[in-house]
């Protein structure tokens, strides 16, 4: 049974540094991709960044350079920091993880979901 | 970016009958890399169909999702009670990935 478990910091600062951690227990996948995933309240879900088995990394243009994504394989550990908070970033950040199985099947592991809200 | 539009905001059905939820792209889809997620207040989403008709596993046979280049659909039919939910589609063929604005499906 895989399991997604995630952490960070849940009120900041504007100004701030959001950094939050998706751990991964159970399971063993050679071919994933991990994603980070936020919705605003009351809102729909926006892509945040991407970071896949080869080590590629994809991020949304419209954060404008403020995401930075890691993984920690040892640890099963995905990543996300985001900087200079405003407002607009309060949300709920899901870590989801995409995993390509046998024939091609894909299957989607999710994190609990993190309330970040930002404000002074 | 590829624009994701769910024309119907909110689709009032009543159980058993068959819900069509669409969603078309201001651009043609790369490798029909297209996917369905339900939805249901305080979870995550589910993934329910990618490659805009395959089920990843546990989705029930009455959900099935259809379409290529910019015009896909789910459709879900003899609506069981636990289908009302808001459905959003992805597009994860070209980034920056998106969703569209999602699809209340509510009871009638």
């Known amino acids: 049974q895989v399991q997604l478990q995630q952490w960070g910091a849940g009120l900041l600062k504007p100004s701030e540094t959001l950094s939050l951690t998706c751990a991964v227990y159970?399971?063993?996948?050679?071919?994933?991709?991990w994603n980070w995933i936020r919705q605003s309240p009351g809102k729909g879900l926006e892509w945040i960044a991407e970071l896949d088995h080869r080590g590629g990394t994809k991020n949304n243009p419209s954060l404008k350079g403020r995401v930075t994504v890691s993984i920690d394989t040892s640890k099963k550990q995905f990543s996300l920091k985001l900087t200079s908070l405003t407002a607009a970033d309060t949300a709920v950040y899901y870590c989801q993880l995409s995993v390509t199985r046998f024939g091609g099947l894909i299957v989607n592991y999710w994190g609990q979901g993190s309330l970040v809200t930002v404000s002074s | 970016e590829i624009i994701l539009t769910q024309s119907v905001g909110t689709l009032s059905l009543s159980p058993g009958e068959r819900a069509t939820v669409s969603c078309r792209a201001s651009q043609s889809v790369p490798y029909t890399h297209l996917a369905w997620y339900q939805q249901k207040p305080g979870q995550a989403p589910r993934l329910l169909i990618y490659g805009a008709s395959s089920k990843t596993t546990g989705i029930p046979d009455r959900f099935s999702g259809s379409g290529s280049g910019t015009d896909f659909t789910l459709t879900i039919n003899r609506l069981e009670p636990e289908d009302f939910a808001v459905y959003y589609c992805?597009?994860?063929?070209?980034?920056?990935?998106?969703f569209g604005q999602g699809t209340k499906l509510e009871i009638k």
């Open positions: 159970g399971g063993s996948f050679s071919e994933y991709y």
């Open positions: 992805l597009q994860y063929g070209s980034p920056p990935y998106t």
